[in-house]
């Protein structure tokens, strides 16, 4: 669906999830055509990027860390010419251990989440990824990904807040100078019609606890 806008394109790009590339429409006097499909954003929740492994038994300290394990180079992609929008995130996980001795292998777990408007939680999955640390080796890597099905409808702006949005507006008309993305309304429609795919490790009250405190 193409969205032209009158003014402050960028702020529809951000909140319409994968916005694609914007162009300048100098002929129609509307402003800036940019794309808006129902693919999520994807991001790291807060918090969960992270986890600290401890040492059984011993405080849970900066002297008895075990493992530490990292999220990192979260790469997505989406499709949303089929059925449904089906959106991926694969991404590393990054290891470090404190006792380099004996091979190991450590399997971690991780949440995708999918959330509509900022705030609903619609769809959860929890898989896990096996990281392993040859005999001697500190450091390991691993791939994972995670993956969610979005409705298309669920997706898809309402017409009329399209039509407030892409209507063509006349020097000397009473809203030519008013941005529609400040309309409360556009705005709210915007918002419920936005995704994300947040990405995390299933953390227990005590890790997520530190990963906030440390």
Do not use: W
């Amino acid at each position: 669906m193409k969205i032209l806008l009158h003014a402050a394109p960028l702020a529809l790009l951000v909140l319409a999830g994968c916005a694609k590339d914007g162009v300048l429409d100098v002929n129609s006097g509307v402003g800036v055509t940019a794309t808006r499909t129902g693919c999520p954003t994807v991001a790291v929740a807060d918090g969960t990027g992270d986890i600290t492994l401890f040492v059984q038994g011993a405080p849970q300290n900066a002297d008895s860390v075990d493992v530490v394990a990292s999220i990192t180079k979260v790469r997505p992609s989406c499709n949303s010419s089929g059925a449904k929008i089906y959106s991926v995130a694969d991404f590393e996980v990054q290891a470090r251990r404190s006792d380099a001795r004996g091979a190991r292998s450590v399997t971690l777990p991780y949440f995708s989440t999918v959330v509509q408007g900022g705030t609903a939680v619609v769809a959860k999955r929890i898989g896990q990824v096996t990281v392993n640390f040859a005999d001697g080796q500190y450091r390991a890597q691993a791939a994972a990904k995670g993956a969610a099905y979005i409705d298309p409808a669920s997706a898809a702006l309402p017409p009329e807040i399209v039509e407030k949005i892409t209507r063509k507006r006349k020097p000397g008309d009473a809203d030519a100078a008013l941005d529609p993305m400040a309309d409360p309304e556009v705005r709210a429609a915007i918002q419920r019609a936005s995704f994300e795919l947040l990405l995390g490790f299933q953390l227990t009250e005590d890790q997520l606890r530190y990963n906030v405190t440390r």
